[in-house]
């Protein structure tokens, strides 16, 4: 089965364009017109091993916060539609990833239960032309789309680059595990429930 998922979202605010693929080698074609953002969802698809392309467009004019949470939301919507049923994953992931002096722990659920849990704080308001508390709106419309609970905590840091940047790393980790095929489950759906 392969397990991929193509997204188009228009509003008058933002129009974007998404292609993810769960089983791939990292491999990312990202423009969002946030360069930072962009940044960030390159490592995501690199660490965790996802091809993804996105193209969006928004009202950057006004400021960031639009296009942020609607990557976010199509990228969420991206990961439920190529999950599918979730016969046969693991469902569970954590990591926990150093960049320099931050540290950055990331655990999920794949449990069809949205929810997020953020207790990063970031030194800095910016970075680049990025709001730090963007990185917070674009991973609750991720967690809330993709119906997953998503924790990210930073134990350690000083430079708003580094957290942020060990934030999504860590979340990439833990969400290549939650997806990744467990041998000894064959094709059973990972609850004592029978659905997720």
Known sequence: MTRTATIARATSETKIELTLGLDGTGL??????????????????RHGLFDLTIRAEGDLHIDNHHTTED????????????????RGIRRFGQALVPMDEALAEAAVDL???AHLAWGVAFPRDKVGTMDAELFEEFFRAFAGN??????????????THHIAEACFKAAAR?????????PRAGTAIPSTKGSL
Request: net charge neutral; charged share 15%.
């Open 71 to 86: 990557v976010g939301i199509v990228l969420g919507q991206a990961f439920a539609k190529a999950l599918g049923d979730k």
């Open 174 to 182: 833990a969400l290549r595990m939650a997806t990744e095929a467990d």
């Open 146 to 159: 993709a119906l997953m609970t998503l924790h990210i905590t930073a134990r350690a840091g000083t430079n």
């Open 28 to 45: 990312s074609d990202i423009q969002t017109g946030i360069g930072f953002l962009d940044h960030m969802l390159t490592a995501l698809a």
């Open 111 to 113: 449990s069809g239960r």
